[in-house]
């Protein structure tokens, strides 16, 4: 069950800096009113001590709370977004809690960085990069079993026996040997009294319960029957419904406005001119949308009003032409390359993408005289908090900000430019107003996966196989705007992940990147980011060696993996399970990919058809994955699904162009995503091993855009060096 309920103060968002995990930071245990027991936990890289729980006021700043009347309440540090976190994230407590699914209650985390900040980002409140559970397996699971074992002591000590001869079960406590019994919620008073263990002895996987067990998602339920509650669902008393329109160039601002008639629609109660944008704000959206549909805006497009797709791919193109930063380097190429048997050049491009998530961009605002309160779906809670609070020129802590369910984030709300937009409208109205961006205004005004040019070439031996690897590309770094500490000497972990520390053996290699940042256009994460690009280069570039080779791409993969046993078992079995090898109709083919991201190992099969006039169908994935430890079986399978519908809807539709600084794509007619009758069977094989657990949010995306132009090849004979595909190209192939 999901409790959507919120802290009436919020707490500090200043950002933490590293320190060690000691014992005290990491757990301090109090009493609360209604004698419940609350754990204040701090992760690694918190900074100073958590708060000591003690009064009805004080702020959520736990993960586990266990009332007096036996509710075990988890407050969930990372967001859900559609991913199952919140599921993954309780099995790990509760495993470790003993308690079951059913029992416990969840609610998101406040803003605060001291408390909440994922140790795998540096300290910062955010859910991102396929790290919630890798983040949380240590120090969630840990946090469980101090407070059961805190829990048994005071049992123990009610019943003057040995804690050793007392075992949690099922929410209670129970001493074995007289059968004597005691709920959680009995003991929570007397619990919160007991000293804090220096250390706990954590489960062994074998006697895990519910972890890597298939667990119905928590959120299902509410989200079913309707009472689940997204940003855009957040409806205070009196709020009011605003929509707008941004300058149709990025960098533009409004020349003049005509309202006259915007006034003149049923329902609109004013309008708001920024500097950049006009809001409309209403009784409702549909008068909200007429109204804007009203407005004579006049805009001064600034200095972009004349840019193309086609200059700044030009750009990159150029920039690919002299040496970068040095992303990694082995051996000497140039030695070997002048010693190969034969060499291989291709050049690789993919275009700036859009989120298009479901729930389109919305945030509702109250600005007060001296407060500021924000309902909103957002993967930064900290930074929506100070953006929040630095708009409305208030201190943080006069800023409370409820944070939602998310329909759809990609990436896009790791951004907190949506909030900074409905505060500066909300300034300007009396009483709440929830901002709405239409579907248009929300493709045309996105933050973009970055468009790259790649330039490849490889030196093959005797056998075909590569003696130098030359990889040389040129695109936006999102790590350099978003955290700029992660950039340094020219380079960031997220522009060269996929594309060095590869799972093959590669004598010789040299990685080069060079930052080109494109003029007014807005960069973002999107799902699996660098590897999204850079996977589909390194793994479409290797087919066409394979093919140079004259060899199976399959058999030519496995024989570059020996020094990576995990990559190689997860081809092995992905072409197995595909049925690699077998015949295949005219105008269908089979392609694949492997990879090493987000410390998980993925092999992708995919199976296309292709029609007489280009058009491609993928008609099955098999996806193999080792991911290491598996929390909840179901959610790998589900993101695997998942992210394989979104990497073939960039491979085959996704494209942002710009034409006189205009985004041309406005809705899902022009930016296409694939629909339920495109969709293609997905199977999802699941190598179960012990090792820590990797990420599943975002790999499975950058997979299978390689497999489906590698397919398209073997179906048709022509390469795919350029996103998304071009139908005209492959017409009668």
Same mark, same amino acid.
């Given at each position: 069950?999901?409790?959507?309920?919120?802290?009436?103060?919020?707490?500090?968002?200043?950002?933490?800096?590293?320190?060690?995990?000691? $014992?005290?930071?990491?757990?301090?245990?109090?009493?609360?009113?209604?004698?419940?027991?609350?754990?204040?936990?701090?992760?690694?890289?918190?900074?100073?001590?958590?708060?000591?729980?003690?009064?009805?006021?004080?702020?959520?700043?736990?993960?586990?709370?266990?009332?007096?009347?036996?509710?075990?309440?988890?407050?969930?540090?990372?967001?859900?977004?559609?991913?199952?976190?919140?599921?993954?994230?309780?099995?790990?407590?509760?495993?470790?809690?003993?308690?079951?699914?059913?029992?416990?209650?969840?609610?998101?985390?406040?803003?605060?960085?001291?408390?909440?900040?994922?140790?795998?980002?540096?300290?910062?409140?955010?859910?991102?990069?396929?790290?919630?559970?890798?983040?949380?397996?240590?120090?969630?699971?840990?946090?469980?079993?101090?407070?059961?074992?805190?829990?048994?002591?005071?049992?123990?000590? $009610?019943?003057?026996?040995?804690?050793?001869?007392?075992?949690?079960?099922?929410?209670?406590?129970?001493?074995?040997?007289?059968?004597?019994?005691?709920?959680?919620?009995?003991?929570?008073?007397?619990?919160? $009294?007991?000293?804090?263990?220096?250390?706990?002895?954590?489960?062994?996987?074998?006697?895990?319960?519910?972890?890597?067990?298939?667990?119905?998602?928590?959120?299902?339920?509410?989200?079913?029957?309707?009472?689940?509650?997204?940003?855009?669902?957040?409806?205070?008393?009196?709020?009011?419904?605003?929509?707008?329109?941004?300058?149709?160039?990025?960098?533009?601002?409004?020349?003049?406005?005509?309202?006259?008639?915007?006034?003149?629609?049923?329902?609109?109660?004013?309008?708001?001119?920024?500097?950049?944008?006009?809001?409309?704000?209403?009784?409702?959206?549909?008068?909200?949308?007429?109204?804007?549909?009203?407005?004579?805006?006049?805009?001064?497009?600034?200095?972009?009003?004349?840019?193309?797709?086609?200059?700044?791919?030009?750009?990159?193109?150029?920039?690919?032409?002299?040496?970068?930063?040095?992303?990694?380097?082995?051996?000497?190429?140039?030695?070997?390359?002048?010693?190969?048997?034969?060499?291989?050049?291709?050049?690789?491009?993919?275009?700036?993408?859009?989120?298009?998530?479901?729930?389109?961009?919305?945030?509702?605002?109250?600005?007060?005289?001296?407060?500021?309160?924000?309902?909103?779906?957002?993967?930064?809670?900290?930074?929506?908090?100070?953006?929040?609070?630095?708009?409305?020129?208030?201190?943080?802590?006069?800023?409370?900000?409820?944070?939602?369910?998310?329909?759809?984030?990609?990436?896009?709300?790791?951004?907190?430019?949506?909030?900074?937009?409905?505060?500066?409208?909300?300034?300007?109205?009396?009483?709440?107003?929830?901002?709405?961006?239409?579907?248009?205004?929300?493709?045309?005004?996105?933050?973009?996966?970055?468009?790259?040019?790649?330039?490849?070439?490889?030196?093959?031996?005797?056998?075909?196989?590569?003696?130098?690897?030359?990889? $040389?590309?040129?695109?936006?770094?999102?790590?350099?705007?978003?955290?700029?500490?992660?950039?340094?000497?020219?380079?960031?972990?997220?522009?060269?992940?996929?594309?060095?520390?590869?799972?093959?053996?590669?004598?010789?290699?040299?990685?080069?990147?060079?930052?080109?940042?494109?003029?007014?256009?807005?960069?973002?994460?999107?799902?699996?980011?660098?590897?999204?690009?850079?996977?589909?280069?390194?793994?479409?570039?290797?087919?066409?060696?394979?093919?140079?080779?004259?060899?199976?791409?399959?058999?030519?993969?496995?024989?570059?993996?020996?020094?990576?046993?995990?990559?190689?078992?997860?081809?092995?079995?992905?072409?197995?399970?595909?049925?690699?090898?077998?015949?295949?109709?005219?105008?269908?083919?089979?392609?694949?990919?492997?990879?090493?991201?987000?410390?998980?190992?993925?092999?992708?099969?995919?199976?296309?058809?292709?029609?007489?006039?280009?058009?491609?169908?993928?008609?099955?994935?098999?996806?193999?994955?080792?991911?290491?430890?598996?929390?909840?079986?179901?959610?790998?399978?589900?993101?695997?699904?998942?992210?394989?519908?979104?990497?073939?809807?960039?491979?085959?539709?996704?494209?942002?162009?710009?034409?006189?600084?205009?985004?041309?794509?406005?809705?899902?007619?022009?930016?296409?995503?694939?629909?339920?009758?495109?969709?293609?069977?997905?199977?999802?094989?699941?190598?179960?091993?012990?090792?820590?657990?990797?990420?599943?949010?975002?790999?499975?995306?950058?997979?299978?855009?390689?497999?489906?132009?590698?397919?398209?090849?073997?179906?048709?004979?022509?390469?795919?060096?350029?996103?998304?595909?071009?139908?005209?190209?492959?017409?009668?192939?």
């Amino acid at each position: 069950m999901i409790i959507d309920r919120h802290a009436s103060l919020a707490a500090s968002s200043r950002s933490p800096s590293p320190e060690g995990l000691s $014992r005290r930071s990491f757990v301090r245990a109090g009493a609360i009113a209604g004698g419940g027991l609350m754990l204040s936990l701090s992760v690694p890289f918190a900074n100073g001590d958590t708060q000591a729980a003690g009064t009805h006021t004080f702020a959520p700043n736990a993960f586990i709370q266990v009332e007096g009347d036996g509710r075990v309440v988890l407050t969930m540090p990372y967001v859900e977004m559609g991913q199952g976190t919140y599921t993954a994230i309780s099995m790990l407590i509760a495993e470790e809690l003993e308690v079951e699914l059913r029992q416990v209650r969840l609610e998101p985390a406040p803003p605060n960085e001291k408390l909440y900040g994922n140790p795998l980002l540096g300290g910062i409140q955010a859910t991102g990069n396929s790290n919630a559970i890798r983040a949380a397996w240590q120090p969630l699971r840990q946090a469980g079993a101090i407070a059961r074992t805190m829990l048994v002591a005071a049992a123990a000590k $009610r019943w003057n026996v040995d804690p050793a001869a007392c075992r949690a079960q099922k929410g209670a406590v129970l001493h074995t040997t007289t059968g004597r019994n005691l709920k959680y919620g009995e003991l929570a008073a007397e619990a919160s $009294r007991m000293p804090v263990p220096e250390g706990v002895a954590l489960k062994r996987p074998e006697d895990f319960k519910l972890i890597g067990t298939p667990a119905k998602r928590l959120d299902a339920p509410a989200k079913v029957n309707g009472t689940a509650v997204y940003g855009i669902d957040a409806r205070p008393p009196g709020v009011k419904i605003a929509t707008l329109a941004q300058s149709p160039v990025f960098g533009g601002r409004v020349r003049n406005v005509d309202d006259k008639a915007a006034k003149a629609v049923k329902g609109v109660r004013q309008i708001v001119r920024l500097n950049d944008a006009v809001a409309v704000v209403a009784d409702h959206m549909g008068a909200a949308k007429k109204g804007l549909a009203a407005l004579v805006i006049e805009w001064d497009d600034g200095p972009h009003a004349k840019l193309t797709t086609q200059a700044i791919v030009a750009e990159l193109e150029r920039a690919t032409l002299g040496a970068g930063a040095v992303a990694q380097n082995i051996g000497n190429v140039d030695t070997a390359m002048a010693g190969a048997v034969a060499k291989i050049e291709a050049t690789y491009q993919v275009p700036f993408l859009a989120h298009a998530t479901m729930e389109p961009m919305n945030c509702t605002v109250h600005v007060r005289k001296d407060s500021c309160e924000v309902w909103v779906g957002n993967q930064v809670l900290a930074r929506a908090q100070a953006a929040a609070a630095q708009t409305a020129g208030l201190p943080a802590n006069k800023v409370v900000v409820h944070n939602h369910l998310i329909g759809g984030g990609f990436g896009r709300r790791l951004e907190i430019d949506g909030v900074i937009r409905a505060v500066q409208i909300a300034q300007h109205v009396d009483g709440p107003v929830k901002v709405v961006w239409t579907r248009e205004e929300d493709i045309q005004h996105d933050m973009y996966r970055p468009a790259f040019f790649d330039r490849m070439s490889a030196g093959l031996d005797a056998k075909g196989f590569p003696v130098a690897w030359n990889h $040389r590309y040129a695109g936006s770094s999102i790590i350099a705007r978003w955290l700029p500490p992660g950039f340094n000497n020219g380079l960031d972990p997220d522009t060269t992940e996929g594309a060095i520390n590869l799972a093959y053996g590669l004598p010789d290699m040299h990685v080069e990147y060079l930052r080109v940042e494109p003029p007014g256009v807005p960069t973002a994460f999107w799902r699996s980011v660098g590897p999204s690009h850079n996977v589909f280069v390194v793994e479409s570039f290797m087919d066409e060696l394979a093919a140079a080779a004259k060899q199976d791409p399959v058999a030519y993969r496995l024989a570059l993996l020996d020094k990576t046993p995990r990559a190689k078992a997860v081809l092995e079995l992905a072409a197995q399970k595909a049925g690699w090898g077998q015949p295949l109709p005219k105008g269908a083919g089979r392609g694949v990919s492997v990879q090493s991201a987000f410390a998980s190992f993925m092999a992708h099969v995919a199976e296309v058809e292709v029609s007489k006039n280009g058009t491609v169908r993928v008609r099955r994935v098999v996806c193999a994955v080792d991911c290491g430890s598996v929390v909840n079986p179901d959610t790998v399978r589900a993101q695997v699904q998942g992210a394989v519908m979104f990497g073939i809807s960039a491979a085959l539709y996704g494209e942002i162009t710009l034409k006189d600084g205009r985004v041309e794509q406005t809705n899902f007619d022009s930016y296409q995503v694939l629909r339920m009758n495109e969709a293609p069977a997905v199977e999802v094989h699941i190598v179960q091993n012990r090792q820590p657990p990797g990420g599943m949010g975002e790999p499975g995306t950058s997979a299978i855009m390689p497999a489906v132009a590698n397919a398209i090849f073997a179906a048709t004979g022509r390469r795919v060096r350029k996103l998304p595909v071009d139908p005209e190209t492959l017409k009668h192939a």
